[in-house]
């Protein structure tokens, strides 16, 4: 009974390059959230998927950010053209179909812009 | 513009004694609201949570107390072990269903053996 998964756990990127972090919900949970946690801040809310459709992205920037959950495999955030501020932890949170808002969270990827 | 907040960034108690842990919020549609904790390189981890109907929610070592007046809740801890030790997080969101949640900075607790 596998809980969230995310991978990579960590990523080292040169500015200007690309980021693919992925996201595997429990089983059984159609909803996905990303979150982004600058140092000594808490997190700060993305994007929300279900499955082929993004339901909120009011919380991602407008520009080199963007989001899938497919029919099949992990959701994606990817980033192009990364720069430093970038760097931060990402999480990703799954949640039931139909459960109250108890989101259950991934270990996360540490993302790192040279 | 922090809707949800954690004036305290750190806390210690010792060992056996009551945590305390606060939070306040300025968004008057909040309606549901949950605890998370967090060590050091892992994801959080859902504690606890309380819906706006409620003033006290009770699970095991864990209460969550809802003064929705004051816009207020706390998480008290008793006993404190030191296996608590960790990163503390109010979350909050519109309702118990399947939404966002915006979330405090967090506390960090230390309890002390």
């Known amino acids: 009974n596998a809980g969230v998964m995310q991978n990579p756990r960590h990523l080292v990127r040169r500015r200007g390059q690309e980021a693919r972090l992925r996201c595997s919900p429990m089983?059984?949970?159609?909803?996905v959230y990303w979150y982004r946690q600058l140092p000594e801040e808490g997190l700060k809310f993305m994007v929300y998927?279900?499955?082929?459709?993004?339901?909120?992205e009011s919380g991602m920037p407008k520009e080199r950010f963007s989001a899938e959950f497919p029919k099949e495999g992990p959701s994606i955030l990817r980033i192009q053209q990364v720069v430093r501020g970038d760097s931060a932890a990402y999480f990703c949170?799954?949640?039931?179909?139909?459960?109250?808002?108890?989101?259950?969270f991934g270990p996360g990827t540490r993302l790192t812009v040279l | 513009d922090q809707q949800v907040k954690q004036n305290s960034p750190s806390l210690s108690v010792q060992e056996g004694r009551i945590s305390i842990l606060n939070c306040d919020y300025t968004n008057s549609m909040f309606d549901y609201f949950l605890w998370y904790k967090k060590y050091p390189a892992e994801g959080p981890t859902f504690l606890i949570s309380?819906?706006?109907?409620?003033d006290k929610n009770e699970d095991g070592r864990f209460t969550v107390f809802l003064n929705k007046s004051a816009k207020h809740l706390s998480l008290h801890i008793v006993p404190s072990q030191p296996g608590d030790s960790a990163v503390y997080f109010c979350?909050?969101?519109?309702?118990?269903?399947?939404?966002?949640?915006?979330f405090g900075k967090g506390t960090r607790l230390s309890v002390i053996a």
């Open positions: 998927l279900q499955k082929e459709n993004i339901i909120d």
């Open positions: 089983k059984g949970h159609s909803h």
């Open positions: 309380i819906s706006s109907i409620k």
């Open positions: 979350a909050a969101s519109p309702n118990s269903g399947n939404t966002p949640l915006v």
């Open positions: 949170a799954s949640s039931p179909l139909a459960g109250v808002n108890e989101q259950f």
